[in-house]
């Protein structure tokens, strides 16, 4: 009997300590949007068991464990899953093993308008929207040294990347510092000159313009140190207002020397980079290049669309696959790319839509224009078959995707604000039904993105900085939070990020 039980008690302590392995569970990746597929790797459980796995509580999959305990399962993060860390758990049905890891949920917006199409449409937003908008509050500011001017927010993994007169790019954490004022993790200078381009993140860096000729390249973690210096930086013949496009391997900006710039996104191994090629258009580019089916479009001040291939012509200098017309000067407003066709703002007070594929020709007609009021620096955005344009006429302009029977076709509806107008010079944001733009009176409108049935709607709420008119930096919605750039001309430092999130 003593053997029996000495062996019986070395067999538990094998079997339940060191014999075997305790259930484990791997997310890759960790992090993502609503809707991500993840792959669950998990060990440790019972030969041929079934394992199911949960989000929070909802059963997203079940897997079979392999002749050793392991098992490999693509599950997907549910629509409905809100910003934030979520448990993932799997669950053996015979062993009754269990482990568990954290999925944390985030939306990047890595580049001027979002992404490479600059749509200017947040498809992942799922905690804002047209009941509760009404509850959006400040819920913290960035400090930053002087007014925010154009340079829209970038928000990825977990940190805002915006650039300020002050000449500098500021980083601030995401989710603010708990206080009501919040400095940031580290700033850049890059000049003296006051920055209005907006930031672009791709791969572990993050790409900026400046009006000294230069374009700026940073780590996007930081350097450990509140002030860091460039990485590198690529010399343009102009002063350089408009977004960087990374993408590709490539980054794309326009310059005030009327050229296109195409860069190495890693850099040439040197602080100081020549660019791969360039290419040439009419006059000054304010506007932000957009990219579609490895075509590249961008507005000049000449009042021509062009389109140029992303991956240039072989040849130091590249000439335009086509151009179009739009009948003036195309100052700020950048163009957008959906669904085959290219939209674009006219300083004439026009939207201009062309065929994204060209028309065979080098020059080519529009398919049809919209009008929308006075002078246009804002940026058209696009979603669910609708383009929304600002108009310095103090609107916000809705038109049919498809334009109309006859140019110049008129607006579905026009948006205007609750009181105090002014100029909307910023780029619209389309999130969960929701339309977010900057007025030059001193706030962020939210409109119903449907309209209200009527040719002439107010806005939903408005998003009030303090003491400062100014708003033209594109409102970046993601994670159930609205940031922009603006200022607090009367507290210093004046430079802020306005962050807006739903009352607790």
Avoid at 70 to 94: D, E, L, N
Avoid at 176 to 184: A, D, H, L, R, T
Avoid at 321 to 335: C, D, E, K, N
Wanted: glycine share 12%.
């Amino acid at each position: 009997m003593r053997n029996s039980f000495v062996i019986s008690t070395c067999l538990w302590i094998f079997t339940t300590g060191l014999g075997v392995q305790a259930s484990t569970l791997k997310l890759a990746p960790a992090f993502g949007p609503p809707t991500t597929q993840t792959t669950a790797t998990g060990s440790g459980f019972q030969a041929g068991e079934t394992v199911k796995l949960a989000f929070d509580s909802k059963d997203v999959g079940s897997a079979t464990a392999d002749g050793s305990g392991a098992f490999h399962k693509v599950i997907r993060v549910p629509k409905s899953a809100q910003p934030g860390k979520h448990p993932v758990k799997a669950t053996g049905q015979t062993s009754g093993n269990t482990a568990q890891k954290k999925f944390t949920v985030r939306t990047n917006w890595r580049t001027f308008k979002g992404g490479a199409d600059r749509v200017g449409f947040s498809p992942f937003e799922n905690t804002i929207n047209k009941k509760n908008a009404q509850n959006l509050v400040l819920s913290w500011s960035g400090l930053m040294g002087d007014l925010v001017y154009a340079s829209s927010p970038a928000v990825v993994d977990g940190v805002v990347y915006i650039g300020s007169t002050d000449g500098s790019l500021y980083a601030f954490d995401a989710d603010g510092c708990g206080q009501e004022f919040c400095s940031p993790l580290w700033s850049a200078p890059t000049s003296d000159f006051s920055i209005v381009s907006s930031p672009a993140v791709a791969n572990g860096l993050v790409y900026i313009g400046s009006p000294d000729h230069k374009l700026y390249v940073f780590p996007a973690k930081g350097c450990g140190n509140p002030v860091c210096s460039a990485l590198w930086t690529g010399a343009t013949g102009g002063a350089i207002d408009a977004a960087p496009l990374a993408a590709n391997g490539v980054v794309y900006i326009g310059s005030q020397d009327s050229k296109l710039y195409a860069f190495d996104a890693k850099g040439c191994g040197q602080t100081n980079c020549s660019p791969l090629w360039t290419a040439a258009t009419g006059g000054p580019i304010d506007s932000s290049a957009a990219l579609g089916k490895g075509v590249l479009y961008v507005g000049s001040e000449d009042g021509q669309l062009y389109a140029f291939s992303a991956s240039g012509c072989g040849q130091p200098t590249c000439q335009p696959l086509w151009s179009g017309h739009v009948g003036t000067t195309i100052f700020a407003s950048s163009p957008a790319v959906a669904n085959g066709v290219v939209y674009i703002g006219s300083f004439d007070g026009e939207l201009v839509a062309f065929d994204a594929a060209g028309c065979g020709a080098s020059t080519c007609q529009p398919l049809w224009t919209g009008d929308a009021g006075e002078f246009i620096d804002s940026s058209p955005a696009v979603a669910n078959g609708v383009v929304y344009l600002g108009s310095g006429d103090d609107f916000l302009y809705a038109f049919d995707v498809s334009g109309c029977a006859h140019s110049p076709c008129p607006p579905l509806w026009r948006g205007q604000a609750v009181g105090a107008q002014a100029a909307v010079l910023s780029a619209p944001t389309v999130a969960n039904g929701l339309v977010y733009v900057g007025e030059n009176n001193g706030m962020v409108v939210v409109y119903n993105a449907k309209g209200c049935g009527k040719a002439f709607c107010l806005p939903v709420t408005q998003l009030l900085t303090h003491n400062e008119p100014i708003v033209n930096s594109s409102p970046t919605v993601v994670n159930g939070s609205v940031y922009f750039g603006s200022a607090d001309q009367l507290v210093p430092p004046h430079g802020r990020l306005y962050v807006f999130k739903l009352f607790p």
